[in-house]
């Protein structure tokens, strides 16, 4: 019987569970969308959705308690900042999991995880042309 299993233990002992889950919620905030295997995704999707859950009231104490895991400073702030106040109306579900297929190497099922509400970032020929714009117009200010 599988009594009290509630987690699956990716083959590896608890400090390293924990550093590789800790360190792939860091990458998943700060891209907003990783891709690994289906197993290690469902056991991040957790551990991300509860953080974002808490990081929706910015307080000491909630900055306190994600701090044990995300030890980026710039990525704490993101979480805070830019992707709890998006999910503000969202009850949940803030992660999703798109499946991409298996790896040549082991057949391990792929999968993205994402967040569902995005920040909005600008590609590089936006920023570009904003910057030429803005040179330009300071150039004729002279």
């Known amino acids: 019987m599988k009594h009290r299993i509630g987690f699956n233990a990716l083959s590896r002992t608890t ?16 891209y907003e969308r990783i891709e690994t295997t289906k197993a290690k995704a469902l056991e991040v999707r957790k551990m991300a959705e509860k953080m974002i859950t808490r990081a929706k ?22 979480l805070f900042k830019e992707i709890a106040p998006l999910n503000a109306e969202r009850n949940g ?15 391990a099922e792929m999968v993205i995880l994402e967040l569902v509400e995005k920040t909005a970032k600008k590609d590089a020929k936006a920023e570009k042309k904003e910057a030429k714009a803005k040179a330009k117009a300071d150039k004729e200010s002279k």
């Not at 009231?57 to 702030?77: F, G, S």
């Not at 579900?93 to 082991?106: A, M």
């Open 93 to 107: 579900g803030y992660t999703r999991v798109l499946k991409t297929g298996y790896r040549l190497g082991d057949a």
């Open 57 to 78: 009231v910015d307080n000491v104490h909630n900055r306190r308690m994600i701090a044990r895991d995300i030890k980026d400073e710039a990525v704490l702030d993101k």
């Open 15 to 30: 400090s390293e569970r924990t550093a590789l889950k800790r360190n792939m919620v860091t990458s998943l905030f700060r």
